[in-house]
Structure formats: C-alpha cells, structure tokens
C-alpha cells in the first residue's frame, strides 16, 4: 500500500489540483460576499451563515476528492460495488418523492436530514450513472462486444431510463440533460463504431418515449405556472420583470453593472435583495458586477482547463475504462457549465443548475470533487504508465 501511494505521489496532477482548489476558495469568498444581505434579511441568519455552511460543505468536499483521487480507479468494475451504488442512487431517487421538499417552481429535489443540511439524490445520480456506464461499457471494450448492441445492452439502457425518468418526475429538467448528456458521452469515448452509436442513440431514444408519455400525463402538475413563466421569460426576461423574469432580469442588470472592472468585492448592488438567492445558479451574475472580466476569466478558465485537461487525458491513455472516466467527468462538468452560464445569459431557458465548484451547495459541492477526484486517479495512472 505505501509503495502505491507514492509511485501514485509522484504522478500527482498538481495543476488540476491547484485549480480545483482556487475555484473552491474564490466560490467561498464570492459565497460570502453575496449571501449576506439575502442570509439577514430573508432568512433572519448570521451574515455569515451560508459562508460558515459552505466552509463546512469544503471540509467534507475535499477529504472527498483526496480519497477518490487515491482509490484506484480500476476498482469500479466490480459488480458488488456497482450494483450497491446503483441500488443506493435507487433509493434516493425514490425516497425524494415521498420526503423530498423543493423551490418556488416546483421541482422536489432534496431529502433535508435533520442536523445536517440536505442531500440532492440527482447530484447523486450524476456519478453514479457516469461510473456505472464507464464500468459497463469497458467490460463490453474487453469481451469484443462493444458493436453490438443486443440484450447486454438492456440493464444499462433500464438503468439510465428509470433513474432520469425518476429526475423528471421531481421535476428537474437541467440535471436529466446533463446526465443523458454525459451517459452519451462515456459512449462516444467508449471506442464504438459510429454507426453502432447512432443505433445505440436510437435505442435510448425510443426508450424515452414512454417517459415522455408519462410526463404528458403529468403536465399540470409539472408544467407548474413559475416554470411556465421560466419559458416565457426566456424569451423577452424584461416583459416579465415583475414576475417569473425578475431573477434573469436582476442578473442582466448585475452582468451590465460590472462592465470590465467590476464595482468592487462586496460592492455588488443587486445582491441587496434585488436578485432571489445570490448564491445559488446565479451566483455568476454577482462575480461579474464585483470582479468584471477578472473575475470571469478566473471562473470560466479554470473550469475550461479541468474540462480540456480532462479530453486530453481521455484522449492520451489506451484503457478504455480510464478514457471513458475522463471523457464523461469532463464532459458533465462543461455542460453543466453551459446549462448554468446559458441560463444566466439567456442563451437558454434558467433551469436551477449551480455552477461547478462555485455555488452554494454540499451535495453539489461534495459529489463534483468526488468527480475531480476519479479524474485525478485517472490522470495519475495515465501519467504512471507513461513514465514507467
């Protein structure tokens, strides 16, 4: 055990780790510096409240990233541990319809355990899915059987399905996308034949209709008048200002405000009750009028470097589970970059999906640097066998 960890030691990715690390403590500060008018007044907090929840959120978040990153990797493929982490990812999802509780437009997706915050089952799936899909489909790599697409394709394919079918029900529609998304992209890196993708893709395809049917039979109660009013605002956010497009509206008028330079840290003058829960999806809104540019770039660039660090290391190792690891950490991590920014700019409709490794949040927060943590494992091993 002590020779792994240090042949492992020494292929550490310091750069990833060094930019894991600075977009957790900027989040922290900008946390701070944002929740403390909305932490008073609306909730009748210390100001300090979601800083201090936050702090403990990193205390838990990056033992977490430290124990994947030296958790072999390898050790996913095992059928006991995939199987109780499916099971597990199961329950949650299940036990948040019956104790779930949820925000102004509707969607039910947190479990509040008393004493010590709140868990988000779909955040949960997120990884579970992501590693479930690399381990099914490097065994497939192995058998030579990855083109094709028979009965073993099944559990998968249920799997994926029931879990996102079980995501909409709560109702949240940015995380379903991310997670098809990224179940996608594991796929595309499996090493398949295009045309077995596109057959494949087809499959999951049809085996979303029913729970589009389902969904349909359930429109009144999860096509809610706030997330009507999310679509609506999308369009025009400043015909509905007073209404379901005053969040978006407020961050326009934050993201105007900063210009370049930015108005200051703590200067932020939508924050002071004007934009709903500053921390949260939105927190970007207020980075921009404290920081400008500077702040901005901090953001997007070290979230653009894990993501581009996480193709190259997909793109330069042989295993296919490793590859499969990497590509689809990455990938969850840049789309749920895009839902967020997208949303915030009005490039799509606002879903509620927080930005990685910035908003307030512990599942999110926790669950993301178990991800950066795979990855780390994944690049020291590919780093290990190139130097060896």
Not at 54 to 77: C, T
Not at 79 to 91: A, P, Q, R
């Amino acid at each position: 055990m002590g020779r792994y960890f240090k042949k492992m030691l020494r292929s550490f990715d310091y750069p990833l780790f060094a930019v894991y690390l600075v977009l957790c403590l900027f989040g922290l500060v900008m946390i701070y510096s944002s929740s403390m008018v909305w932490a008073v007044n609306v909730y009748d907090y210390e100001p300090d409240h979601f800083y201090k929840r936050q702090l403990f959120n990193l205390a838990v978040a990056i033992p977490a990233f430290l124990f994947a990153a030296f958790f072999p990797f390898q050790n996913y493929k095992r059928k006991k541990l995939m199987i109780t982490s499916v099971v597990v990812m199961f329950i949650l999802l299940v036990l948040v319809h019956f104790l779930g509780s949820g925000d102004h437009v509707g969607a039910q997706s947190w479990i509040k355990l008393p004493g010590f915050g709140s868990i988000q089952p779909s955040e949960v799936a997120k990884l579970v899915i992501i590693v479930y899909f690399a381990s099914v489909f490097a065994k497939k790599y192995e058998a030579g059987t990855l083109d094709y697409i028979n009965k073993s394709i099944g559990p998968p394919v249920s799997i994926l399905i029931l879990a996102i079918g079980l995501i909409m029900m709560e109702t949240d529609i940015g995380t379903s996308f991310i997670i098809i998304m990224g179940a996608l992209s594991v796929i595309a890196a499996s090493g398949i034949k295009l045309k077995s993708f596109s057959k494949l893709s087809g499959v999951l395809f049809l085996a979303l209709i029913p729970v589009a049917g389902i969904l349909y039979l359930f429109r009144n109660t999860i096509i809610t008048d706030g997330r009507k009013g999310r679509i609506l605002s999308f369009l025009n956010p400043f015909d509905y200002a007073q209404g379901s497009g005053y969040q978006i509206a407020n961050g326009y008028i934050a993201i105007g405000a900063g210009g370049i330079k930015g108005l200051g840290l703590g200067n932020s003058i939508q924050k002071m009750g004007y934009l709903p829960e500053p921390q949260t999806d939105v927190i970007m809104a207020v980075i921009s009028e404290e920081t400008g540019i500077f702040g901005t770039i901090i953001v997007l660039g070290g979230l653009g470097f894990i993501v581009l660090r996480a193709l190259y290391i997909a793109m330069h190792t042989k295993d296919p589970q490793a590859r499969m690891l990497a590509a689809g950490i990455g990938s969850v991590i840049g789309i749920q970059t895009f839902v967020n920014i997208g949303g915030l700019t009005g490039l799509i409709p606002l879903t509620g999906v927080p930005l990685p490794f910035i908003s307030y949040g512990g599942t999110s927060m926790i669950l993301l640097s178990l991800s950066l943590g795979i990855l780390m494992n994944v690049s020291m091993f590919v780093k290990y066998q190139k130097n060896k």
